[in-house]
Nanobody
Framework: VQLQAFGGGSGQAGGSLRLSCRVT?????????MAWFRQAPGKEREFVAA??????????ADSVKGRFTIDLLRDIASYTVTLQMDTLKAEDTAVYHC????????????????????WGQGTLVTVSS
Protein backbone atom coordinates (compact mmCIF):
# COMPACT_ATOMS: atom_id res chain seq x y z
CA VAL A 1 0.00 0.00 0.00
CA GLN A 2 0.95 3.63 -0.44
CA LEU A 3 0.56 6.11 2.38
CA GLN A 4 0.42 9.89 2.06
CA ALA A 5 0.23 11.93 5.25
CA PHE A 6 -0.92 15.52 5.52
CA GLY A 7 -2.00 17.94 8.21
CA GLY A 8 -0.05 18.77 11.33
CA GLY A 9 1.78 22.03 11.68
CA SER A 10 1.99 24.18 14.79
CA GLY A 11 -0.34 24.42 17.74
CA GLN A 12 -0.59 25.75 21.26
CA ALA A 13 -0.53 23.65 24.38
CA GLY A 14 -4.10 22.77 25.22
CA GLY A 15 -5.16 23.14 21.62
CA SER A 16 -5.95 20.64 18.87
CA LEU A 17 -4.49 19.45 15.60
CA ARG A 18 -5.55 16.80 13.14
CA LEU A 19 -3.43 14.51 10.99
CA SER A 20 -4.65 12.54 8.01
CA CYS A 21 -3.10 9.76 5.97
CA ARG A 22 -4.52 8.57 2.66
CA VAL A 23 -4.16 4.85 2.00
CA THR A 24 -4.16 3.59 -1.58
CA UNK A 25 -3.00 0.52 -3.48
CA UNK A 26 -3.83 -3.07 -2.52
CA UNK A 27 -6.52 -2.22 0.00
CA UNK A 28 -9.64 -4.09 -1.09
CA UNK A 29 -8.37 -7.67 -0.93
CA UNK A 30 -6.22 -7.37 2.17
CA UNK A 31 -6.47 -6.39 5.81
CA UNK A 32 -4.26 -3.97 7.69
CA UNK A 33 -3.68 -2.46 11.06
CA MET A 34 -3.26 1.29 10.52
CA ALA A 35 -1.17 3.19 13.03
CA TRP A 36 0.57 6.41 13.87
CA PHE A 37 4.08 6.55 15.27
CA ARG A 38 6.11 9.60 16.23
CA GLN A 39 9.74 10.54 16.69
CA ALA A 40 10.68 13.47 18.86
CA PRO A 41 14.06 15.18 18.46
CA GLY A 42 16.81 13.03 19.90
CA LYS A 43 14.46 10.16 20.74
CA GLU A 44 13.50 6.80 19.33
CA ARG A 45 10.39 6.45 17.21
CA GLU A 46 7.47 5.37 19.38
CA PHE A 47 3.98 3.99 18.95
CA VAL A 48 1.09 6.46 19.29
CA ALA A 49 -2.17 4.83 18.17
CA ALA A 50 -3.49 1.98 16.01
CA UNK A 51 -6.78 0.90 14.48
CA UNK A 52 -8.04 -2.40 13.15
CA UNK A 53 -9.12 -2.48 9.52
CA UNK A 54 -12.74 -2.49 10.64
CA UNK A 55 -12.08 0.60 12.73
CA UNK A 56 -13.81 -0.99 15.69
CA UNK A 57 -10.73 -1.88 17.71
CA UNK A 58 -8.11 0.67 18.68
CA UNK A 59 -5.01 0.88 20.83
CA UNK A 60 -3.25 3.93 22.28
CA ALA A 61 0.01 4.69 24.00
CA ASP A 62 -0.52 5.64 27.63
CA SER A 63 0.92 9.08 26.96
CA VAL A 64 -1.90 9.98 24.54
CA LYS A 65 -4.81 7.96 25.89
CA GLY A 66 -7.85 10.17 26.41
CA ARG A 67 -6.35 12.97 24.32
CA PHE A 68 -5.81 11.46 20.86
CA THR A 69 -8.36 9.63 18.71
CA ILE A 70 -7.57 7.45 15.70
CA ASP A 71 -10.24 6.87 13.08
CA LEU A 72 -10.38 4.98 9.80
CA LEU A 73 -12.61 6.27 7.03
CA ARG A 74 -13.43 4.53 3.77
CA ASP A 75 -14.51 5.94 0.45
CA ILE A 76 -14.84 4.44 -3.02
CA ALA A 77 -11.16 4.24 -3.92
CA SER A 78 -9.20 4.67 -0.71
CA TYR A 79 -9.05 4.70 3.05
CA THR A 80 -8.04 7.63 5.21
CA VAL A 81 -6.69 7.21 8.71
CA THR A 82 -6.92 10.28 10.89
CA LEU A 83 -5.41 11.24 14.22
CA GLN A 84 -7.31 13.87 16.15
CA MET A 85 -4.98 15.35 18.74
CA ASP A 86 -6.64 17.29 21.56
CA THR A 87 -5.29 18.83 24.75
CA LEU A 88 -1.89 19.09 23.13
CA LYS A 89 1.25 19.14 25.23
CA ALA A 90 4.72 20.40 24.40
CA GLU A 91 5.96 16.82 24.60
CA ASP A 92 3.71 15.90 21.66
CA THR A 93 6.16 17.78 19.43
CA ALA A 94 7.51 15.22 16.97
CA VAL A 95 7.53 14.01 13.41
CA TYR A 96 4.47 11.79 12.99
CA HIS A 97 4.38 8.84 10.60
CA CYS A 98 1.42 6.77 9.49
CA UNK A 99 2.08 3.08 8.92
CA UNK A 100 0.33 -0.07 7.71
CA UNK A 101 0.80 -3.66 8.84
CA UNK A 102 -0.77 -6.52 6.92
CA UNK A 103 -2.85 -8.68 9.26
CA UNK A 104 -5.02 -11.78 8.83
CA UNK A 105 -8.44 -10.25 9.56
CA UNK A 106 -10.39 -7.01 10.09
CA UNK A 107 -10.17 -7.25 13.89
CA UNK A 108 -6.41 -7.54 14.37
CA UNK A 109 -4.46 -4.70 15.96
CA UNK A 110 -0.67 -4.80 16.17
CA UNK A 111 1.53 -2.15 17.73
CA UNK A 112 5.15 -3.25 17.36
CA UNK A 113 7.13 -1.28 14.79
CA UNK A 114 8.65 -4.38 13.25
CA UNK A 115 5.17 -5.50 12.16
CA UNK A 116 4.67 -2.46 9.91
CA UNK A 117 5.96 -2.83 6.37
CA UNK A 118 4.54 0.34 4.80
CA TRP A 119 5.30 3.86 6.01
CA GLY A 120 4.22 7.30 4.92
CA GLN A 121 6.43 10.35 4.88
CA GLY A 122 6.62 12.14 8.21
CA THR A 123 4.67 15.24 9.05
CA LEU A 124 5.96 17.65 11.70
CA VAL A 125 3.84 18.64 14.67
CA THR A 126 5.14 21.45 16.88
CA VAL A 127 3.40 22.35 20.12
CA SER A 128 4.37 25.51 21.93
CA SER A 129 3.70 26.00 25.61
Amino acid sequence: VQLQAFGGGSGQAGGSLRLSCRVTGEIFNSYYTMAWFRQAPGKEREFVAASSWSGRRTSYADSVKGRFTIDLLRDIASYTVTLQMDTLKAEDTAVYHCAAARVPNVRAVVTTQASFESWGQGTLVTVSS
